[in-house]
């Protein structure tokens, strides 16, 4: 199966002392991952390729994520990527992303709601920090990039209701978080986030499997 291109966001809170992620049980009917705590996150949705941003991604985020790609798509397919973190993170947890602006309208599809609220999402706080493929012969597989937002960049720390598939929504400091009934790819992340904290230069990590088993490379 081909992996769906995926966006996935790590939300950090500093306002309190040692940083926290935002993290999200998913509901035990799902089909994929039931019950694992995860970050906010899904696919690429068509409507991901257009509409308007408060402010665009950073040059050197959209240039790292274009090396993720083809050469037909790299002009396009970072900024859906962004988005789509956006707004999965929005229909997961109530939380917008985003900068309250005046005068729109909210039009269809998927950002109809979050639009709604008067708000475009704002794409510049996001920062590129991981990329990983689903390992072959699962039901679903992904290649998912990972970004890390700033808890400030949200207009509000108050999650809405969200789409059900997170029973659960909660911050937690990184010793805590790694307590939590993880899959391994998010356990990997968590870590790498971490160092990042104390090394915010380092090499993007690529996460990817054949059926010789995991293999880590670099974007």
């Known amino acids: 199966m081909r992996p769906k291109d995926a966006a996935t966001v790590l939300i950090i809170r500093r306002d309190t002392g040692a940083p926290r992620v935002l993290m999200g049980r998913r509901h035990r009917g799902n089909a994929f ?22 402010r665009e991604l950073a040059d050197d985020v959209a240039t790292a994520l274009a090396r993720t790609t083809n050469a ?17 993170t929005f229909e997961e947890t109530g939380l917008l992303l985003g900068q309250p602006v005046s005068g729109i309208t909210p039009g269809r599809g998927a950002w109809r709601d979050f639009r709604a609220a008067g708000v475009l999402p704002d794409l510049k706080p996001l920062r590129f920090v991981a990329r ?13 990039r990972f970004f890390v937002a700033d808890a400030r960049a949200l207009v509000s720390l108050d999650p809405g209701t969200g789409s059900g598939e997170l029973d659960e929504l909660a911050w937690f400091d990184w010793d805590a978080a790694l307590e939590l009934d ?8 968590l870590h790498e986030v971490a160092a990042r904290e104390n090394e915010p230069e380092r090499p993007i990590p690529f996460h990817s499997f054949t059926r010789g088993g995991h293999r880590l490379g670099t974007v």
Request: proline share 10%; with cysteine.
């Open 72 to 88: 037909a798509r790299a002009a396009v397919l970072p900024r859906a990527l962004a988005m789509a973190a956006v707004r999965e």
């Open 132 to 144: 990983a493929i689903t390992p072959p012969g699962r039901t679903r597989r992904f290649d998912a």
């Open 33 to 54: 991952m039931p019950d694992k705590w995860v970050f906010p996150g899904g696919r690429i949705d068509l409507c991901d390729y257009r509409g308007a941003a408060a």
């Open 182 to 189: 993880l899959p391994s790819i998010t356990r990997a992340i």
